[in-house]
């Protein structure tokens, strides 16, 4: 597939739409199985962080003394043997990918979190640094293992 920015070598019976992006080039990728898969080329490009909080009992004790009204229902609160790896879903690797440093992440666990890439640094452009992502979450088994080798074929436009 070309996407003018960049190509990815996917199964045929994929199918892109283009979304109408002011200051990017950004789309969606629909699997043969009906994933989406999501790509964004651009200065704004999400970095596929997983947004979870995680704080032992001590920090939380000492939080809720400074602001008492503080909302916690997104913490996850942990005893001094548990570590942050114990609560993500999803499990991060870095590689090269057509001379860039791309974050790849899969989840542990299949069907259960975010399957992609992030590269931060592609160039920079009067609007800024120009990152890139090609993501799916809870993606179907299938999906997930085209989606991890149509990766490794990325190439960008130099």
């Known amino acids: 597939m070309d996407f003018r920015s960049f190509t990815l070598q996917t199964p045929k019976d994929w199918n892109k739409l283009k979304l109408d992006a002011y200051d990017s080039n950004a789309g969606i990728i629909i699997t043969k199985n009906n994933d989406s898969i999501f790509y964004d080329y651009g200065p704004y490009s999400y970095s596929l962080e997983e947004n979870v909080t995680i704080i032992n009992r001590k920090d939380l004790n000492e939080l809720l003394t400074v602001n008492p009204k503080a909302d916690t229902t ?37 069907g259960k979190g975010m399957t992609g890439v992030y590269i931060d640094s592609l160039k920079t ?5 120009i990152k890139f992502n090609l993501y799916g979450i809870n993606l179907k088994k299938e999906s997930q293992v ?13």
């Open 125 to 129: 452009e009067s609007i800024g640094n």
């Open 74 to 110: 997104e913490f996850i609160v942990i005893d001094k043997n548990a570590s942050r790896e114990d609560f993500v879903k999803s499990k991060i690797s870095y590689k090269k990918i057509d001379g860039y440093k791309a974050k790849i992440v899969e989840p542990k666990q299949v």
């Open 146 to 158: 085209e989606l991890l080798k149509a990766i490794q074929t990325l190439q960008f436009r130099k």
